[in-house]
């Protein structure tokens, strides 16, 4: 049976660390060459991180770069698999006389997977959404073996997913306020797919030299929803996935006082029937089925997150 390949949509952000003593020449996360650069060097196994629970010890690994340009040249994806191998795990253990408790470990180590790829043309990136991982701090590790990464390339930069939540869910909630007094969040500038709602912020914020920005908008007399506002860009390029956690509303809703957050759920796509051949992809990298299968993707991924428009 044909099983389909379902994943959750993440931005890719990148953040700079903060070193007041830094100098404007180190080197920054920029160019999507840096990008893929960092991705590889995450796959060597000095990258890979312990995690440590009361009942197991995970080790949490990249593997398996491939770059897929030549196979899809018009949308240039980035194929890695994020593993967590199963070191050791505490429980009932079946012994010739009966049941005690223990330790068990394996050699090696069974993992669970999950292959990502990274859309280096819109900066989005597609995690297989399993059973096994969904429930885990995956995201977490995974950014922490990509921070390690680019360290050891000497970048002063990591990269960060944030979740691109479904279409309209902020400003479907934005909306839902007959009168918003409050709106908090926090911003991030780099690399934004621009809409006639963001691009005046998003200028005015480059000219700025700003790449992060909090914004905490009050008004109990209710902030203004119209589509020229600022309320209005900062909740668009939010729903964009240009955001650092959840965005906070408050203000009167379904005729009364309510608080509200948005933005830490991903939008999930499904692609019928390839599950098994994307996790094998990386042997067949330049076949036509490939090509198919990752222009299936890319049309998944824009179906969730249409390519904004400066006429909409």
């Not at 890979?48 to 398996?64: K, L």
């Not at 180590?109 to 292959?115: E, G, I, K, R």
């Not at 909740?235 to 956690?245: F, M, R, S």
């Amino acid at each position: 049976m044909t099983r389909r390949f379902s994943f959750d949509l993440y931005r890719l952000n990148i953040e700079d660390a903060n070193d007041l003593f830094s100098q404007s020449q180190l080197k920054r996360l920029r160019r999507d060459e840096d990008i893929a650069a960092v991705l590889e060097k995450a796959t060597e196994p000095e990258q890979d991180q312990i995690q440590r629970t009361r009942s197991a010890v995970f080790e949490w690994g990249v593997r398996e770069f491939r770059d897929l340009v030549k196979a899809h040249p018009e949308r240039p994806l980035l194929h890695v698999v994020l593993a967590r191998s199963v070191l050791e795990r505490d429980g009932d253990i079946v012994t010739d006389q009966g049941m005690t408790t223990g330790t068990s470990s394996l050699n090696p180590p069974l993992a669970s997977t999950a292959v990502c790829l990274f859309d280096l043309r819109r900066h989005l990136v597609a995690v297989e959404h399993t059973a096994q991982l969904a429930p885990t701090a995956w995201r977490d590790f995974l950014q922490r073996i990509l921070a390690t990464a680019a360290n050891r390339l000497e970048f002063y930069s990591s990269i960060e997913l944030e979740p691109i939540p479904e279409q309209n869910g902020i400003i479907g909630l934005f909306l839902s306020f007959e009168r918003l007094t409050r709106m908090r969040l926090t911003l991030r500038i780099p690399n934004p797919e621009l809409s006639r709602y963001t691009k005046l912020l998003y200028e005015e914020l480059s000219r700025s030299g700003i790449r992060e920005l909090t914004q905490d908008m009050k008004n109990p007399n209710g902030l203004s929803k119209k589509e020229e506002a600022l309320p209005f860009a900062a909740a668009v390029l939010a729903e964009q996935g240009y955001k650092k956690g959840d965005v906070q509303f408050e203000g009167l809703r379904n005729g009364g006082f309510e608080q509200a957050t948005s933005g830490s759920s991903a939008a999930r796509g499904n692609v019928r029937g390839l599950r098994d051949y994307v996790r094998g992809m990386h042997a067949n990298a330049k076949s036509k089925e490939t090509q198919r299968v990752l222009a299936a993707i890319a049309a998944e991924i824009d179906r969730l997150h249409p390519i904004p428009g400066l006429d909409e």
